[in-house]
Protein backbone atom coordinates (compact mmCIF):
# COMPACT_ATOMS: atom_id res chain seq x y z
CA UNK A 1 0.00 0.00 0.00
CA UNK A 2 1.28 3.30 -0.81
CA UNK A 3 0.53 6.74 -0.01
CA UNK A 4 -1.84 7.49 -2.86
CA UNK A 5 -3.43 4.69 -1.41
CA UNK A 6 -4.04 5.80 1.57
CA UNK A 7 -4.60 9.35 0.77
CA UNK A 8 -8.39 9.14 0.03
CA UNK A 9 -9.13 8.62 3.52
CA UNK A 10 -6.09 10.83 4.75
CA UNK A 11 -6.58 13.91 3.39
CA UNK A 12 -10.06 13.82 4.30
CA UNK A 13 -9.17 13.35 7.95
CA UNK A 14 -6.46 16.31 7.91
CA UNK A 15 -8.25 18.75 5.97
CA UNK A 16 -11.47 18.66 8.70
CA UNK A 17 -8.54 18.73 11.45
CA UNK A 18 -7.33 21.76 9.74
CA UNK A 19 -11.02 23.20 9.79
CA UNK A 20 -12.24 21.92 13.23
CA UNK A 21 -8.68 23.46 14.40
CA UNK A 22 -9.63 26.88 12.86
CA UNK A 23 -13.40 27.08 13.80
CA UNK A 24 -12.25 26.62 16.91
CA UNK A 25 -9.55 28.71 16.90
CA UNK A 26 -11.66 31.98 15.72
CA UNK A 27 -13.81 30.85 18.17
CA UNK A 28 -11.34 31.57 21.42
CA UNK A 29 -10.07 34.58 19.18
CA UNK A 30 -13.76 35.53 19.33
CA UNK A 31 -14.62 34.97 23.20
CA UNK A 32 -10.58 36.84 24.25
CA UNK A 33 -11.81 39.90 22.14
CA UNK A 34 -14.85 39.91 23.95
CA UNK A 35 -13.10 39.71 27.17
CA UNK A 36 -10.60 42.08 27.21
CA UNK A 37 -12.13 44.81 24.94
CA UNK A 38 -15.73 44.85 25.50
CA UNK A 39 -15.12 43.76 29.07
CA UNK A 40 -17.39 40.99 28.98
CA UNK A 41 -17.09 38.20 31.52
CA UNK A 42 -16.02 34.78 30.27
CA UNK A 43 -19.45 33.35 30.51
CA UNK A 44 -21.43 36.50 28.75
CA UNK A 45 -18.18 36.04 26.14
CA UNK A 46 -19.12 32.37 25.10
CA UNK A 47 -22.99 32.89 25.12
CA UNK A 48 -22.52 35.85 22.92
CA UNK A 49 -20.20 33.02 20.79
CA UNK A 50 -22.59 30.69 20.82
CA UNK A 51 -24.99 33.38 18.64
CA UNK A 52 -22.78 33.68 16.29
CA UNK A 53 -20.52 30.77 16.12
CA UNK A 54 -21.39 27.80 17.57
CA UNK A 55 -18.84 24.64 18.23
CA UNK A 56 -19.64 21.04 16.33
CA UNK A 57 -20.13 19.67 20.14
CA UNK A 58 -23.02 22.56 20.36
CA UNK A 59 -24.51 21.91 17.29
CA UNK A 60 -24.35 17.90 17.90
CA UNK A 61 -26.08 18.92 21.53
CA UNK A 62 -28.69 21.06 19.69
CA UNK A 63 -29.10 18.19 16.56
CA UNK A 64 -30.14 15.80 19.85
CA UNK A 65 -32.68 18.29 21.80
CA UNK A 66 -34.56 19.07 18.55
CA UNK A 67 -34.25 15.79 16.77
CA UNK A 68 -37.72 15.20 16.44
CA UNK A 69 -38.81 18.22 14.66
CA UNK A 70 -35.57 18.08 12.54
CA UNK A 71 -35.62 14.73 11.58
CA UNK A 72 -39.89 15.13 10.60
CA UNK A 73 -38.74 18.16 8.92
CA UNK A 74 -35.76 16.09 6.91
CA UNK A 75 -38.29 13.87 6.04
CA UNK A 76 -40.47 16.45 4.54
CA UNK A 77 -37.96 18.42 2.52
CA UNK A 78 -37.19 14.41 1.16
CA UNK A 79 -40.48 13.75 0.27
CA UNK A 80 -40.97 17.41 -1.96
CA UNK A 81 -37.48 17.23 -3.28
CA UNK A 82 -38.39 13.64 -4.19
CA UNK A 83 -41.70 14.62 -5.99
CA UNK A 84 -40.57 17.48 -7.30
CA UNK A 85 -36.97 15.87 -8.72
CA UNK A 86 -39.26 13.05 -10.73
CA UNK A 87 -41.76 15.67 -11.69
CA UNK A 88 -38.70 17.79 -13.40
CA UNK A 89 -37.92 14.45 -14.67
CA UNK A 90 -40.48 12.75 -15.63
CA UNK A 91 -41.97 16.47 -17.60
CA UNK A 92 -38.60 17.63 -18.26
CA UNK A 93 -37.92 14.49 -20.83
CA UNK A 94 -41.78 14.43 -21.83
CA UNK A 95 -41.12 18.09 -23.20
CA UNK A 96 -38.00 17.00 -24.91
CA UNK A 97 -39.55 14.39 -26.44
CA UNK A 98 -41.95 17.31 -27.74
CA UNK A 99 -39.37 19.41 -28.81
CA UNK A 100 -37.43 16.71 -30.76
CA UNK A 101 -40.19 15.68 -33.07
CA UNK A 102 -41.71 18.90 -33.59
CA UNK A 103 -39.63 22.31 -34.46
CA UNK A 104 -42.74 24.72 -34.76
CA UNK A 105 -43.28 23.63 -31.22
CA UNK A 106 -39.90 24.04 -30.06
CA UNK A 107 -39.62 27.82 -31.40
CA UNK A 108 -43.07 28.34 -29.66
CA UNK A 109 -42.52 27.15 -26.33
CA UNK A 110 -38.80 27.15 -25.52
CA UNK A 111 -38.60 31.06 -24.98
CA UNK A 112 -41.31 30.70 -22.61
CA UNK A 113 -39.21 28.12 -20.91
CA UNK A 114 -36.18 30.29 -20.82
CA UNK A 115 -37.99 33.42 -19.59
CA UNK A 116 -39.71 30.74 -16.51
CA UNK A 117 -35.55 29.69 -16.40
CA UNK A 118 -34.44 33.50 -16.23
CA UNK A 119 -36.55 34.57 -13.44
CA UNK A 120 -35.19 34.14 -10.18
CA UNK A 121 -37.19 31.77 -8.35
CA UNK A 122 -37.19 34.51 -5.58
CA UNK A 123 -39.66 36.30 -7.33
CA UNK A 124 -41.56 33.20 -8.82
CA UNK A 125 -41.82 32.09 -5.19
CA UNK A 126 -44.38 34.21 -3.65
CA UNK A 127 -46.40 34.25 -6.61
CA UNK A 128 -46.92 30.40 -6.32
CA UNK A 129 -47.68 31.02 -2.79
CA UNK A 130 -50.43 33.57 -3.63
CA UNK A 131 -52.05 30.83 -6.37
CA UNK A 132 -51.54 27.73 -5.07
CA UNK A 133 -50.92 28.35 -1.44
CA UNK A 134 -48.79 27.28 0.91
CA UNK A 135 -47.71 23.84 1.62
CA UNK A 136 -46.41 21.28 -0.03
CA UNK A 137 -47.67 21.52 -3.73
CA UNK A 138 -46.12 24.82 -3.84
CA UNK A 139 -43.08 23.91 -2.82
CA UNK A 140 -42.75 20.56 -4.71
CA UNK A 141 -43.99 22.99 -7.81
CA UNK A 142 -40.82 25.11 -7.32
CA UNK A 143 -38.66 22.28 -6.53
CA UNK A 144 -39.60 21.26 -9.77
CA UNK A 145 -39.02 24.64 -12.24
CA UNK A 146 -35.37 24.91 -10.50
CA UNK A 147 -34.89 21.49 -11.72
CA UNK A 148 -37.05 20.71 -14.86
CA UNK A 149 -34.68 23.12 -17.14
CA UNK A 150 -31.01 21.30 -17.31
CA UNK A 151 -33.33 18.23 -17.85
CA UNK A 152 -35.07 19.72 -20.84
CA UNK A 153 -31.81 21.27 -22.10
CA UNK A 154 -29.42 18.30 -22.03
CA UNK A 155 -32.47 16.04 -23.39
CA UNK A 156 -33.26 17.94 -25.83
CA UNK A 157 -29.82 18.39 -27.31
CA UNK A 158 -29.78 14.27 -27.00
CA UNK A 159 -32.83 13.61 -28.90
CA UNK A 160 -31.27 15.90 -31.58
CA UNK A 161 -28.08 15.18 -32.02
CA UNK A 162 -28.27 11.93 -33.10
CA UNK A 163 -25.45 10.02 -36.04
CA UNK A 164 -26.74 11.10 -39.55
CA UNK A 165 -25.55 7.82 -40.38
CA UNK A 166 -27.41 5.79 -37.99
CA UNK A 167 -30.29 7.70 -39.02
CA UNK A 168 -29.94 6.66 -42.79
CA UNK A 169 -29.58 2.95 -41.74
CA UNK A 170 -32.73 3.29 -40.15
CA UNK A 171 -34.13 4.87 -43.52
CA UNK A 172 -32.97 2.17 -45.16
CA UNK A 173 -34.56 -0.44 -42.94
CA UNK A 174 -38.16 1.12 -43.73
CA UNK A 175 -38.14 2.21 -39.81
CA UNK A 176 -40.87 3.96 -38.46
CA UNK A 177 -40.82 7.66 -36.93
CA UNK A 178 -41.75 5.81 -33.71
CA UNK A 179 -39.03 3.05 -33.97
CA UNK A 180 -36.51 5.44 -35.21
CA UNK A 181 -37.54 7.37 -31.79
CA UNK A 182 -37.81 4.42 -29.24
CA UNK A 183 -34.77 2.18 -30.70
CA UNK A 184 -32.15 4.81 -31.68
CA UNK A 185 -33.22 8.55 -30.41
CA UNK A 186 -34.16 7.84 -26.93
CA UNK A 187 -30.92 5.23 -26.10
CA UNK A 188 -28.83 7.97 -27.55
CA UNK A 189 -30.12 11.05 -25.48
CA UNK A 190 -29.87 9.17 -22.02
CA UNK A 191 -25.98 10.29 -21.79
CA UNK A 192 -27.30 13.63 -21.92
CA UNK A 193 -30.60 13.10 -19.96
CA UNK A 194 -28.39 11.56 -17.29
CA UNK A 195 -26.45 14.77 -16.98
CA UNK A 196 -29.40 16.69 -16.88
CA UNK A 197 -31.13 14.55 -14.16
CA UNK A 198 -27.64 14.81 -12.16
CA UNK A 199 -28.17 18.97 -12.43
CA UNK A 200 -31.50 18.44 -11.24
CA UNK A 201 -30.35 16.46 -8.13
CA UNK A 202 -28.04 18.36 -7.33
CA UNK A 203 -30.63 21.26 -7.09
CA UNK A 204 -33.92 19.45 -6.09
CA UNK A 205 -32.63 19.62 -2.20
CA UNK A 206 -31.90 23.38 -2.87
CA UNK A 207 -35.05 23.70 -4.70
CA UNK A 208 -37.04 21.97 -1.94
CA UNK A 209 -35.71 24.10 1.02
CA UNK A 210 -35.47 27.58 -0.81
CA UNK A 211 -39.58 26.57 -1.77
CA UNK A 212 -40.14 25.48 1.86
CA UNK A 213 -39.20 29.47 3.29
CA UNK A 214 -41.80 30.77 0.76
CA UNK A 215 -44.59 28.11 1.07
CA UNK A 216 -43.70 26.29 4.18
CA UNK A 217 -46.25 25.90 6.94
CA UNK A 218 -46.11 24.46 10.37
CA UNK A 219 -49.46 22.82 9.55
CA UNK A 220 -50.60 18.88 10.02
CA UNK A 221 -46.57 18.79 10.54
CA UNK A 222 -45.93 19.26 6.87
CA UNK A 223 -42.86 21.79 8.04
CA UNK A 224 -39.85 21.12 6.18
CA UNK A 225 -36.41 22.09 6.90
CA UNK A 226 -37.08 25.53 5.18
CA UNK A 227 -39.80 26.46 7.80
CA UNK A 228 -37.80 25.10 10.24
CA UNK A 229 -34.46 27.80 9.10
CA UNK A 230 -36.52 30.56 9.87
CA UNK A 231 -37.81 28.99 12.91
CA UNK A 232 -34.50 29.05 14.28
CA UNK A 233 -33.73 32.25 13.04
CA UNK A 234 -36.76 34.42 14.10
CA UNK A 235 -35.60 32.71 17.52
CA UNK A 236 -31.62 33.36 17.15
CA UNK A 237 -31.00 29.45 17.75
CA UNK A 238 -28.04 29.50 15.78
CA UNK A 239 -26.74 26.16 16.85
CA UNK A 240 -29.75 24.36 15.84
CA UNK A 241 -29.98 26.74 12.67
CA UNK A 242 -26.09 24.83 12.21
CA UNK A 243 -27.88 21.54 13.17
CA UNK A 244 -30.16 21.77 10.30
CA UNK A 245 -27.64 22.98 7.26
CA UNK A 246 -25.59 19.43 8.30
CA UNK A 247 -29.20 17.71 7.68
CA UNK A 248 -29.36 19.49 4.46
CA UNK A 249 -25.83 19.17 3.57
CA UNK A 250 -26.68 15.15 4.00
CA UNK A 251 -30.15 15.12 2.20
CA UNK A 252 -28.43 16.48 -0.86
CA UNK A 253 -25.54 14.19 -0.42
CA UNK A 254 -28.07 11.24 -0.26
CA UNK A 255 -29.85 12.66 -3.88
CA UNK A 256 -26.80 13.65 -5.79
CA UNK A 257 -25.14 9.57 -4.84
CA UNK A 258 -28.71 8.52 -5.12
CA UNK A 259 -28.97 10.12 -9.16
CA UNK A 260 -24.65 8.80 -9.31
CA UNK A 261 -26.16 5.41 -9.09
CA UNK A 262 -28.58 5.51 -11.47
CA UNK A 263 -26.05 7.29 -13.64
CA UNK A 264 -23.96 4.31 -13.33
CA UNK A 265 -26.45 1.43 -14.06
CA UNK A 266 -27.74 3.05 -17.03
CA UNK A 267 -24.23 3.67 -18.68
CA UNK A 268 -21.79 1.39 -16.88
CA UNK A 269 -22.13 -1.64 -19.25
CA UNK A 270 -21.57 0.50 -22.79
CA UNK A 271 -20.80 4.11 -22.24
CA UNK A 272 -17.05 5.49 -22.68
CA UNK A 273 -17.61 7.50 -19.16
CA UNK A 274 -16.96 4.30 -17.27
CA UNK A 275 -14.15 2.05 -18.15
CA UNK A 276 -11.80 1.92 -20.90
CA UNK A 277 -12.74 -0.46 -23.73
CA UNK A 278 -10.91 -3.72 -24.05
CA UNK A 279 -9.88 -4.44 -27.98
CA UNK B 1 -31.23 -6.22 -62.19
CA UNK B 2 -29.85 -2.38 -61.55
CA UNK B 3 -29.94 -0.22 -64.34
CA UNK B 4 -28.69 3.73 -63.95
CA UNK B 5 -29.90 5.90 -66.61
CA UNK B 6 -28.19 9.40 -67.47
CA UNK B 7 -28.02 9.87 -63.19
CA UNK B 8 -26.90 13.46 -62.69
CA UNK B 9 -26.93 14.93 -58.70
CA UNK B 10 -26.77 18.60 -57.88
CA UNK B 11 -26.83 19.76 -54.33
CA UNK B 12 -29.67 22.77 -54.96
CA UNK B 13 -27.74 25.45 -56.86
CA UNK B 14 -24.21 24.11 -55.93
CA UNK B 15 -22.14 22.31 -58.14
CA UNK B 16 -22.75 19.19 -60.24
CA UNK B 17 -21.63 15.97 -57.97
CA UNK B 18 -22.34 13.43 -60.68
CA UNK B 19 -23.56 13.69 -64.51
CA UNK B 20 -24.58 11.37 -66.95
CA UNK B 21 -23.98 8.03 -65.47
CA UNK B 22 -24.75 5.17 -67.16
CA UNK B 23 -24.18 1.58 -65.33
CA UNK B 24 -26.15 -1.83 -66.01
CA UNK B 25 -25.18 -4.39 -63.27
CA UNK B 26 -26.14 -7.96 -63.09
CA UNK B 27 -27.40 -9.79 -60.38
CA UNK B 28 -24.28 -11.30 -58.04
CA UNK B 29 -21.97 -8.45 -59.65
CA UNK B 30 -19.31 -6.89 -57.84
CA UNK B 31 -19.07 -3.67 -58.42
CA UNK B 32 -16.07 -1.26 -56.95
CA UNK B 33 -16.44 2.65 -57.45
CA UNK B 34 -12.45 4.33 -57.61
CA UNK B 35 -11.94 7.47 -57.93
CA UNK B 36 -10.45 10.81 -56.39
CA UNK B 37 -11.98 12.48 -53.11
CA UNK B 38 -15.23 14.34 -54.11
CA UNK B 39 -15.78 12.45 -57.31
CA UNK B 40 -19.09 11.28 -56.15
CA UNK B 41 -18.57 7.85 -55.09
CA UNK B 42 -20.73 7.98 -51.82
CA UNK B 43 -23.66 10.44 -53.39
CA UNK B 44 -23.52 7.61 -55.94
CA UNK B 45 -24.05 4.74 -53.63
CA UNK B 46 -26.69 6.54 -51.32
CA UNK B 47 -28.87 7.52 -54.53
CA UNK B 48 -28.83 3.34 -55.27
CA UNK B 49 -30.60 3.07 -52.09
CA UNK B 50 -32.77 6.07 -52.05
CA UNK B 51 -31.20 7.60 -49.22
CA UNK B 52 -30.11 10.71 -52.07
CA UNK B 53 -32.59 11.46 -54.64
CA UNK B 54 -31.27 11.98 -58.08
CA UNK B 55 -31.54 15.59 -59.62
CA UNK B 56 -32.06 13.55 -62.86
CA UNK B 57 -32.22 10.62 -64.90
CA UNK B 58 -33.34 6.95 -63.20
CA UNK B 59 -32.42 3.88 -61.10
CA UNK B 60 -34.35 0.94 -61.31
CA UNK B 61 -33.33 -2.08 -59.22
CA UNK B 62 -35.45 -5.06 -60.41
CA UNK B 63 -37.32 -2.82 -62.23
CA UNK B 64 -38.11 -0.73 -58.79
CA UNK B 65 -37.32 2.77 -57.88
CA UNK B 66 -34.69 2.85 -55.14
CA UNK B 67 -37.42 4.21 -52.45
CA UNK B 68 -39.39 0.79 -53.44
CA UNK B 69 -36.18 -1.59 -53.34
CA UNK B 70 -35.20 0.01 -50.34
CA UNK B 71 -35.94 -2.97 -48.31
CA UNK B 72 -34.06 -5.51 -50.68
CA UNK B 73 -30.51 -3.37 -50.02
CA UNK B 74 -27.93 -3.47 -46.97
CA UNK B 75 -25.58 -0.82 -46.36
CA UNK B 76 -22.10 -0.86 -44.42
CA UNK B 77 -21.03 2.54 -43.73
CA UNK B 78 -17.30 4.26 -43.57
CA UNK B 79 -17.58 3.86 -39.64
CA UNK B 80 -19.32 0.61 -38.09
CA UNK B 81 -21.81 2.71 -36.71
CA UNK B 82 -23.42 -0.03 -34.06
CA UNK B 83 -25.61 1.23 -31.23
CA UNK B 84 -23.28 1.48 -28.49
CA UNK B 85 -25.74 0.96 -26.08
CA UNK B 86 -26.51 -3.00 -27.88
CA UNK B 87 -24.50 -5.79 -27.56
CA UNK B 88 -22.80 -7.57 -30.75
CA UNK B 89 -25.77 -10.22 -31.02
CA UNK B 90 -28.45 -7.00 -30.73
CA UNK B 91 -26.70 -4.89 -33.29
CA UNK B 92 -26.23 -7.94 -35.60
CA UNK B 93 -30.39 -8.51 -35.44
CA UNK B 94 -31.32 -4.66 -35.43
CA UNK B 95 -32.55 -4.79 -38.78
CA UNK B 96 -34.55 -7.64 -38.30
CA UNK B 97 -36.08 -5.92 -34.94
CA UNK B 98 -37.19 -3.26 -37.48
CA UNK B 99 -39.31 -5.20 -39.18
CA UNK B 100 -41.21 -6.95 -37.16
CA UNK B 101 -39.41 -10.83 -36.95
CA UNK B 102 -39.75 -12.62 -33.89
CA UNK B 103 -37.39 -12.70 -31.42
CA UNK B 104 -36.71 -16.59 -32.04
CA UNK B 105 -35.94 -15.92 -35.64
CA UNK B 106 -34.09 -12.82 -35.29
CA UNK B 107 -31.46 -14.82 -32.58
CA UNK B 108 -31.31 -17.99 -35.23
CA UNK B 109 -29.97 -15.62 -38.13
CA UNK B 110 -27.85 -13.61 -35.85
CA UNK B 111 -26.61 -16.17 -34.21
CA UNK B 112 -25.57 -18.23 -37.97
CA UNK B 113 -24.52 -14.49 -39.36
CA UNK B 114 -22.18 -14.02 -36.11
CA UNK B 115 -20.31 -17.40 -36.96
CA UNK B 116 -20.06 -16.67 -40.41
CA UNK B 117 -18.35 -13.61 -39.21
CA UNK B 118 -16.40 -15.51 -36.72
CA UNK B 119 -17.52 -13.64 -33.86
CA UNK B 120 -19.86 -16.30 -32.45
CA UNK B 121 -17.83 -15.92 -28.77
CA UNK B 122 -18.11 -12.31 -28.77
CA UNK B 123 -22.00 -11.97 -29.50
CA UNK B 124 -22.72 -10.71 -25.67
CA UNK B 125 -20.18 -8.10 -26.06
CA UNK B 126 -20.66 -3.91 -26.62
CA UNK B 127 -19.35 -2.08 -28.98
CA UNK B 128 -16.66 -0.71 -26.83
CA UNK B 129 -15.25 -3.89 -26.30
CA UNK B 130 -14.43 -4.65 -29.74
CA UNK B 131 -11.21 -3.46 -32.14
CA UNK B 132 -11.96 -1.62 -35.44
CA UNK B 133 -11.99 -4.82 -37.43
CA UNK B 134 -14.39 -7.05 -35.02
CA UNK B 135 -17.24 -3.54 -35.02
CA UNK B 136 -16.55 -3.91 -39.19
CA UNK B 137 -17.48 -7.61 -38.88
CA UNK B 138 -20.66 -6.84 -36.81
CA UNK B 139 -21.29 -4.19 -39.44
CA UNK B 140 -21.37 -6.65 -41.91
CA UNK B 141 -23.68 -9.06 -40.43
CA UNK B 142 -26.39 -6.42 -39.15
CA UNK B 143 -26.34 -5.06 -42.98
CA UNK B 144 -26.80 -9.15 -44.16
CA UNK B 145 -29.22 -9.74 -41.68
CA UNK B 146 -32.24 -9.06 -43.76
CA UNK B 147 -30.49 -11.24 -46.62
CA UNK B 148 -30.57 -8.34 -49.31
CA UNK B 149 -29.93 -9.23 -52.72
CA UNK B 150 -27.80 -5.84 -52.86
CA UNK B 151 -24.79 -4.75 -50.45
CA UNK B 152 -23.91 -1.29 -50.76
CA UNK B 153 -19.99 -0.70 -48.80
CA UNK B 154 -18.78 2.84 -48.78
CA UNK B 155 -15.10 2.73 -47.86
CA UNK B 156 -15.90 0.05 -44.87
CA UNK B 157 -12.05 -0.95 -44.03
CA UNK B 158 -10.83 2.96 -44.86
CA UNK B 159 -9.83 3.12 -41.32
CA UNK B 160 -8.16 0.12 -41.15
CA UNK B 161 -4.55 -1.03 -41.57
CA UNK B 162 -3.57 -2.63 -44.52
CA UNK B 163 -3.03 -6.39 -43.12
CA UNK B 164 -6.28 -5.99 -41.53
CA UNK B 165 -8.14 -4.70 -44.71
CA UNK B 166 -6.64 -7.64 -46.70
CA UNK B 167 -7.79 -9.91 -43.95
CA UNK B 168 -11.68 -8.50 -44.31
CA UNK B 169 -11.56 -8.39 -47.76
CA UNK B 170 -10.72 -12.64 -47.59
CA UNK B 171 -14.12 -12.74 -45.50
CA UNK B 172 -15.73 -10.53 -47.26
CA UNK B 173 -15.46 -12.34 -50.48
CA UNK B 174 -15.87 -15.72 -48.33
CA UNK B 175 -19.17 -14.21 -46.98
CA UNK B 176 -19.93 -13.59 -50.11
CA UNK B 177 -19.61 -17.17 -51.42
CA UNK B 178 -22.52 -18.65 -49.13
CA UNK B 179 -25.30 -15.75 -49.18
CA UNK B 180 -24.72 -14.33 -53.07
CA UNK B 181 -25.06 -10.87 -53.26
CA UNK B 182 -24.76 -7.76 -55.55
CA UNK B 183 -22.15 -5.62 -54.16
CA UNK B 184 -21.15 -1.73 -55.12
CA UNK B 185 -18.52 -0.68 -53.12
CA UNK B 186 -16.56 2.46 -52.61
CA UNK B 187 -13.17 2.43 -52.02
CA UNK B 188 -9.51 4.54 -52.53
CA UNK B 189 -7.35 1.15 -52.67
CA UNK B 190 -6.76 0.02 -56.55
CA UNK B 191 -5.82 -3.59 -54.65
CA UNK B 192 -8.81 -3.95 -52.69
CA UNK B 193 -11.37 -3.33 -55.64
CA UNK B 194 -9.40 -4.99 -58.32
CA UNK B 195 -9.11 -8.03 -55.22
CA UNK B 196 -12.91 -8.24 -54.75
CA UNK B 197 -14.50 -6.91 -57.70
CA UNK B 198 -15.96 -8.42 -61.21
CA UNK B 199 -15.56 -4.77 -62.80
CA UNK B 200 -14.17 -1.89 -61.27
CA UNK B 201 -15.80 1.15 -62.01
CA UNK B 202 -13.31 4.77 -62.58
CA UNK B 203 -15.04 7.92 -61.31
CA UNK B 204 -13.25 11.47 -62.57
CA UNK B 205 -14.59 14.45 -60.50
CA UNK B 206 -15.98 18.09 -61.39
CA UNK B 207 -18.63 16.08 -61.98
CA UNK B 208 -18.57 12.63 -61.16
CA UNK B 209 -18.75 11.16 -64.29
CA UNK B 210 -17.90 7.62 -65.53
CA UNK B 211 -14.07 7.62 -66.93
CA UNK B 212 -13.27 3.43 -67.42
CA UNK B 213 -14.92 0.60 -66.69
CA UNK B 214 -12.31 -2.31 -66.03
CA UNK B 215 -13.17 -5.72 -66.22
CA UNK B 216 -11.54 -8.08 -63.67
CA UNK B 217 -11.29 -11.31 -65.54
CA UNK B 218 -10.12 -13.05 -62.06
CA UNK B 219 -12.41 -16.24 -61.20
CA UNK B 220 -14.51 -16.59 -57.97
CA UNK B 221 -13.65 -17.73 -55.25
CA UNK B 222 -10.58 -15.67 -54.78
CA UNK B 223 -8.04 -16.63 -52.39
CA UNK B 224 -4.83 -14.30 -50.58
CA UNK B 225 -2.20 -15.69 -53.07
CA UNK B 226 -4.32 -14.31 -56.30
CA UNK B 227 -2.62 -10.54 -54.86
CA UNK B 228 0.86 -11.98 -56.26
CA UNK B 229 -0.33 -13.29 -59.41
CA UNK B 230 1.36 -11.24 -62.32
CA UNK B 231 -1.70 -11.24 -64.02
CA UNK B 232 -3.39 -9.43 -60.89
CA UNK B 233 -0.42 -7.40 -60.68
CA UNK B 234 -0.36 -6.02 -64.42
CA UNK B 235 -4.30 -5.13 -63.89
CA UNK B 236 -3.04 -2.92 -60.58
CA UNK B 237 -0.77 -1.18 -62.93
CA UNK B 238 -3.35 -0.74 -65.99
CA UNK B 239 -5.97 0.52 -63.15
CA UNK B 240 -3.65 2.89 -61.12
CA UNK B 241 -2.50 4.63 -64.53
CA UNK B 242 -5.80 4.92 -65.56
CA UNK B 243 -7.07 6.36 -61.91
CA UNK B 244 -4.09 9.07 -62.04
CA UNK B 245 -5.26 10.25 -65.70
CA UNK B 246 -8.49 11.26 -63.32
CA UNK B 247 -6.71 12.45 -60.77
CA UNK B 248 -4.49 14.43 -62.86
CA UNK B 249 -7.58 16.10 -64.62
Known amino acids: MTFRNYSIILMPILSSFVIFMIWFGLGQNMVQERVEKDGYTVEEAEGARKAVLP ?6 TALTIHRTDLLQATSNTFSTAILGFLAAVIGGY ?6 SSSLLLKQATYPWILVLQMTPVIILSPILVIWLGPGQRATALITFLIGFFPVVANSTQGLISTNKDLLDLFTISNASKWQEIALL ?9 LTGMKIAGTLAPVGAIAGDIFAGTSASGSAGLGFMIMVYISSAQVPALFATAILACTLGFVFVCGVNVIHWLALKNWHDSYGEAEQ | MVEIRDLSKRYGKGPQILDSINLEVMHEEFIS ?19 INSSSGSVKIKGKSPDEARADCGFVFQDANLLPWLCVQQNA ?10 KSLRREKSEALLKLVGLSESKEKFPRQLSG ?18 LLLDEPFASLDEMRRNRLNEDLLRIRNQDLFTAFYVTHSVGEALFLSSRVVILSSNPGRIHTIIDVPFEYPRTAALRESSAYL ?3 VKTTHSLRE ?4
Do not use: Q, W
Not at chain 2, 93 to 102: D, F, M, Q, T
Open chain 2, 133 to 150: GMRMRVSIARALATSPSI
Open chain 2, 93 to 102: ELSLKIRGVP
Open chain 1, 55 to 60: YPNEIL
Open chain 2, 246 to 249: VTVE
Open chain 1, 94 to 99: GISLLF
Open chain 1, 185 to 193: RVPNSMPYF
Open chain 2, 234 to 236: DLL
Open chain 2, 33 to 51: FLGPSGCGKSTLLKTLCGL
